[in-house]
């Protein structure tokens, strides 16, 4: 299967500062990556589906001006939450379909804790 | 909407036993279905998926599941778990090609005792 990778796949941050999070496809062409959160001991959420070269789309409920994403190539997505408060704690997964079987290939996540 | 529910929070099973994960979705069309499987540290891995013919699907690992219409199901079984088994398996439904879009279940997670 293909590859995808995250940085960083840890990080800790003081309430208020942004933190970016990348995602990339190894050996893809992702025109689309999607980007879940997942709480400890909970599901996969989706947040927003990453379209190369155009905006996002965000699932409902999701602030789309807290989680910036970006997604200038074809094999890099960025994530970016900003002004981050505590409850915004909690493991960032991004995935990209398969090209066509309607399957998707995960990242390992990132672990983000706001202090 | 589409949804998916996995009943079983946690599942302890001993090494050598069989296993089945119970998975239950809702959806208005012909669904697609897949499992994957979460251990730490690690992306999620695809166990199998199912699309559609044989209702009977073989994955990685020795898993395989069973796709029944009539009871909105797709259990995930195993004959024989190892030790390595050990991680939190997610059950997910997509309306497939095109749209590969996936619902989560809340997840398994399965813990094995020697």
């Known amino acids: 299967g293909a590859v995808v990778s995250q940085h960083p796949s840890w990080v800790i941050c003081k309430s208020g500062t942004s933190v970016k999070i990348e995602c990339r496809s190894l050996?893809?062409?992702?025109?689309?990556m999607f980007w879940y959160r997942q709480f400890p001991k909970q599901s996969l959420m989706l947040m927003a589906t990453?379209?190369?070269?155009?905006?996002?789309?965000?699932e409902q409920g999701v602030e789309k001006d807290k989680f910036l994403i970006n997604h200038a190539s074809l094999t890099l997505s960025t994530l970016t939450v900003t002004s981050a408060h505590p409850e915004d704690s909690s493991f960032y997964i991004c995935?990209?379909?398969?090209?066509?079987?309607?399957?998707?290939?995960f990242g390992p996540g990132t672990r983000l804790t706001v202090l | 909407a589409q949804s998916v529910t996995q009943p079983d929070i946690h599942i302890t099973v001993s090494e050598g036993a069989s296993l089945e994960l119970r998975c239950n979705y809702s959806?208005?069309?012909?669904?697609?279905l897949f499992w994957y499987v979460q251990s730490p540290g690690q992306g999620l891995q695809l166990l199998l998926k199912?699309?559609?013919?044989?209702?009977l699907v073989q994955g990685i690992k020795g898993f395989e599941a069973e796709f029944k219409r009539s009871q909105s199901s797709f259990n995930l079984r195993k004959p024989s778990v190892h030790w390595s088994d050990a991680a939190e398996y997610f059950c997910?439904?997509?309306?497939?090609?095109?749209?590969?879009?996936?619902?989560f279940g809340t997840g398994t997670r399965l813990t094995i005792i020697p």
């Open positions: 199912y699309f559609s013919g044989d209702t």
């Open positions: 995935s990209h379909p398969s090209g066509g079987a309607g399957e998707q290939f």
């Open positions: 997910a439904v997509g309306a497939g090609f095109g749209n590969e879009k996936l619902t």
């Open positions: 959806y208005g069309a012909t669904p697609y």
């Open positions: 050996d893809f062409q992702a025109t689309t």
């Open positions: 990453s379209n190369e070269g155009s905006k996002a789309t965000y």
